[in-house]
């Protein structure tokens, strides 16, 4: 038994990592993810993002992505897709391009078109939009803000529908849990999607939390279900919970189970929310200290692979 087949006993889809391909040659680390009951669920931390995967304009990359999805598959595991139209990792073609509306859209829909169209019937989900929002709950600056204004919503999600019908398609952000304006700007955007023709079918809550700082399970379950009252389902998409500062001590590691217990626990009491994913398992590998320095340790397992008291309190929850 493991933390996915766990989850899935209790009525949900996953219990998921992100991964990519530079950790294939960590053999502990493999032992670990490539055990289903555990990680049911695959998502690249990078490797479909637009920079990597189309780095100069009809140059696709899939080499990477496709040997995730081929190891999920081979080992009976989802796979969830991420990101297509996002601000950030973008190649220097779409950052610095000059647009118009007609040419910004068209490059929209191709790079969607064929991406999606490559993994056509392998992804559970794709994150179509990532991190439109500020926290104050405006739209974020971004190349495709600057030149469609809202409508690079509508066009990515009629974009998505079209090139693979079977795939769930989320938008997908951060804060939403914490921030109510945020929170009511995603739930305008999903309005917005709507009122355009487009289809959306999930939101996904990115769930980057610190130690201390995480929303309680009524707060998070109040914030689900206003998505889940608009007919979406829902996940913790990119679940992590950092330290503020290291080395943690037995306070900071007991307050860390707690908080991963509010989370996960959110999730069970959503019938809609499918699943979790975890922003890779292992302090090794997690995103965190390089990006916000001093903070860290976020994973349910240590650096070593050992459990960390945060994982115990998971598993003893489902
Ligand atoms: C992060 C990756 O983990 C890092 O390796 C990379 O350098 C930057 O992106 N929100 C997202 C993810 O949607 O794609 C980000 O992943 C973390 C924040």
């Known amino acids: 038994e493991g933390l996915h087949s766990l989850f899935v006993a209790s009525g949900k889809l996953f219990f998921g990592t992100a991964t990519e391909t530079n950790n294939f040659g960590d053999s502990a680390y493999q032992v670990i993810v490539n055990n289903k009951n555990e990680f049911g669920m695959f998502v690249p931390e990078n490797s479909q993002k637009w920079g990597p ?11 990477s992505p496709d040997s995730i999805v081929n190891r999920a598959e081979g080992n009976g595991q989802m796979f969830r897709c991420h990101a297509l139209t996002w601000h950030s990792q973008l190649p220097a073609f779409v950052e610095n391009g000059t647009w118009t ?7 929209i829909q191709t790079h969607i ?12 989900s794709w994150d179509v939009v990532n991190e439109a929002l500020n926290d104050n709950g405006t739209f974020r600056d ?12 509508p066009i990515s999600f009629k974009a998505a529908e079209a090139a693979d019908p079977t795939a769930k398609l989320y938008y997908n952000d951060f804060n939403l849990e914490t921030i109510r304006n945020k929170t009511d700007a995603a739930v305008r955007i999903v309005e917005l999607i709507r009122a355009a023709g487009a289809r959306i079918d999930g939101l996904g809550f990115q769930a980057h939390f610190r130690v201390g700082g995480t929303p309680s399970q009524a707060s998070l379950v109040a914030t689900m279900n206003r998505f889940v009252d608009m ?13 503020n500062s290291l080395p943690a001590d037995s306070r900071a590691l007991a307050q860390q189970s707690t ?11 959503v019938p809609k929310c499918v699943g979790i994913t975890l922003w890779q398992f292992t302090d090794k590998y997690s995103w965190i200290p390089s990006t916000f ?8 397992f240590s650096a070593n692979f050992t459990k960390k008291p945060a994982y115990t309190a998971v598993k003893n929850l489902l």
């Open 53 to 63: 995967i189309e780095p100069t304009e009809g140059d696709f990359q899939f080499e």
């Open 231 to 243: 007919g979406l389902e829902v996940a913790l998409s990119e679940l992590d919970i950092a330290h």
């Open 113 to 124: 078109a064929t991406v999606m169209g490559h993994y056509k019937g392998q992804c559970y």
């Open 293 to 300: 320095p001093g903070a860290g340790d976020a994973c349910l």
């Open 142 to 153: 971004s190349v495709f803000f600057r030149v469609l204004g809202t409508d690079f919503l």
């Open 259 to 269: 908080d991963y217990v509010a989370a996960v626990g959110a999730c069970l009491a």
């Open 101 to 107: 509306r007609e040419t910004l859209t068209s490059a």
